[in-house]
């Protein structure tokens, strides 16, 4: 092992050590109702949650995935997506920036030596943060990268630049995806603060804004050998890395769609009027708003099921990983995404529908989760997920093996 594997962050106190399941969702909760209380004035004013990513680390949350055998709680998939659910319907924004995080866990897993899973999973037990530098801006589509990577001495040295560079201002390590000089993808963990990393709190999206998905500048960085974890090799062989991503994607829709259903319940009972024509006292006794209600709950309901499936077909795959086992994952988790972008979009249209002109006020900010049920569903487009699980079912043709399945 490279001696100079050894960064370690002295920032914060080392993170708790989570006991069960319930212990880390009861943990996500606590959080969830401190993060909610200042969470419209953060995306109203973009206030970076800082603070909040801190107590996110200390937590222990940020640990749930580490293998039992490095020292982790290895929580199932289908908690992995509510806990992220639970931290989104609280903001959208703190649930997305673990996101990359946990999917670099799971690279990590899947695809890193033994001395980098004890190391890098330790420093996440001790509350490390890993943020992403991926996505490209100029590129024929988004998965095609310009940024190198190339030998120099014992180690490398990594040129380009990233958009979309979500966590990485709130990340002790910048993971980079870059090309070796073979034309494969790697992923490389590099300090924060590591000379030639420049990041810019440029991102400007009218959703989603305080995730810190701005651009990070690589001009000649250095990265140790023992650091760079063969990304290609992930997608070369049935893996879970993507289903892994793509069921924290769908958790974190889905708990934007449950903040407006709250929002909606909330402001129909306590001060929407009912409509001229319905006969009733309260908005909330007019029959075709209950009906509505009644629509997005079962859909909500139906959504939190979908995923609850997926993610146990996940953790089969991580277990039994064969090509059936990954493709039965891949298959359920791109149902579970699809149907709770549409949850998110549908429930966040009706707040408004159903609160009416009154809850469009700026002060109110309650658009906040429209913006960011739209923002964060164009991640990756889900009708091609209806068209891989029709290919699949109709054609017999195996999903793509990607990170966006």
Do not use: C
Request: net charge negative; no cysteine.
């Amino acid at each position: 092992m490279n001696a100079q594997l050894h960064h370690i962050n002295t920032k914060q106190p080392e993170a708790a050590l989570l006991e069960s399941e319930q212990h880390a969702l009861a943990v996500a909760q606590e959080l969830a109702a401190r993060f909610a209380v200042t969470a419209s004035e953060r995306d109203s004013e973009r206030l970076l949650p800082f603070d909040e990513m801190d107590a996110l680390s200390r937590s222990g949350l940020l640990a749930i995935t580490v293998p039992e055998e490095y020292g982790g709680l290895d929580v199932s998939n289908a908690t992995l997506a509510e806990i992220t659910a639970i931290l989104a319907q609280a903001d959208g924004s703190i649930g997305q920036i673990p996101q990359n995080h946990f999917y670099i866990l799971e690279a990590l897993r899947i695809d890193g030596s033994e001395d980098q899973k004890r190391y890098f999973f330790g420093r996440a037990l001790a509350g490390d943060r890993f943020g992403n530098a991926l996505s490209e801006r100029g590129t024929k589509t988004v998965g095609h990268y310009n940024t190198r990577i190339n030998s120099d001495g014992p180690g490398y040295r990594i040129n380009g630049r990233k958009f979309y560079s979500t966590g990485v201002l709130f990340a002790d390590w910048v993971t980079v995806f870059a090309l070796d000089e073979a034309d494969k993808l790697v992923m490389a963990f590099v300090p924060q603060g590591t000379e030639g990393v420049e990041i810019i709190d440029d991102w400007d999206g009218f959703g989603q804004r305080t995730t810190g998905s701005g651009t990070t500048v690589l001009n000649n960085v250095y990265v140790n050998a023992d650091h760079v974890v063969p990304h290609h090799k992930g997608f070369e062989r049935a893996t879970t890395i993507g289903s892994v991503g793509q069921i924290i994607h769908a958790g974190i829709d889905l708990g934007i769609a449950r903040a407006a259903f709250a929002e909606t319940l909330d402001f129909v009972k306590t001060r929407a009027r009912p409509w001229t024509d319905s006969g009733v006292e309260r908005a909330s006794d007019d029959p075709l708003t209950i009906a509505k209600v009644g629509q997005i709950a079962i859909r909500l309901e139906a959504a939190t099921a979908t995923i609850e499936r997926a993610g146990r077909k996940v953790d089969a795959a991580q277990v039994e990983t064969t090509e059936k086992r990954v493709v039965e994952a891949t298959l359920a988790v791109a149902a579970a995404k699809v149907l709770t972008t549409e949850i998110a979009i549908e429930a966040t249209n009706t707040l408004f529908e159903l609160a009416g002109t009154a809850s469009v006020k700026l002060d109110l900010n309650l658009d906040r989760h429209w913006r960011n049920a739209r923002t964060h569903t164009l991640h990756d487009p889900v009708r091609w997920k209806y068209h891989v699980v029709g290919n699949y079912h109709l054609n017999d043709v195996i999903p793509p093996k990607n990170g966006a399945l």
